[in-house]
């Protein structure tokens, strides 16, 4: 009986342990792959510029919050379906990875433009959102590898219920990202 709990224990701290090691990965690539396209493509930049000073004028709609709400669940939707079978857990890692590449590629940019103060402005922007959106995908990576790893029989209703979390997670993402996006032109002003 011992054993087993120790198993079980292994398992669940080397499945969080693989989460965190690519998450870190994700980070630092994105930082890299930015720092890399600096000086050799300034298109990204330009765009990312005029998206924050111009184009970030979003008035409340409710089509553009469900618009919204479908992005950010639709991300999180395919890390959960793909943590479903052992075969395509890799791709549901891979779905983590770029999700925190693409925050991580994004944040450096905007450091880059504003220096310091575009921490700050990134932090505005989406730092609130980033945070739940990745907790909720760091969540249902870990509980898909915990999953896949252990060999005991799984209720597949305990998955079912991994839903909430993330359509709830999508809904207050959504909200704060309309609040935040719409906002966005003082918030850089303000700063800059």
């Known amino acids: 009986m011992n054993r087993k709990h120790g198993t079980r224990l292994m398992n669940s701290l080397t499945s969080d342990m693989i989460v965190i090691v690519v998450f870190v990965l994700a980070v630092i690539s994105g930082s890299i ?5 600096k000086d050799r493509d300034s298109t990204v930049f330009l765009m990312l510029n ?15 919050v469900l618009g919204s709400i ?3 669940f639709k991300q999180l939707v395919v890390i959960w379906l ?27 940019c905007i450091i ?12 505005f922007a989406y730092g609130l959102q980033a945070i739940i959106m ?17 060999k005991g029989a799984h209720i597949q209703g305990e998955s079912v219920f991994r839903i909430i979390p993330m359509i709830v997670g999508s809904s207050i993402i959504a ?7 719409g906002n966005l032109h003082h918030i850089v002003a303000l700063l800059l």
């Open 82 to 108: 793909f943590g479903f079978f052992s075969l395509t857990l890799p791709l549901s890692i891979g779905a983590f990875f770029i999700m925190v590449f693409s925050y991580a590629f994004t944040t450096t």
């Open 134 to 150: 990745l907790a909720v995908a760091m969540y249902l990576a870990i509980s898909s590898l915990r999953k896949n790893t252990s």
């Open 50 to 64: 005029n998206y924050i000073l111009l184009d970030a004028k979003i008035s409340f709609q409710v089509e553009k």
């Open 70 to 72: 479908y992005g950010y």
């Open 33 to 37: 792959y930015a720092l890399y396209i």
């Open 175 to 181: 909200l704060l990202d309309i609040l935040a996006v």
């Open 112 to 123: 880059l433009i504003y220096g310091l103060k575009g921490l700050m402005v990134a932090v």
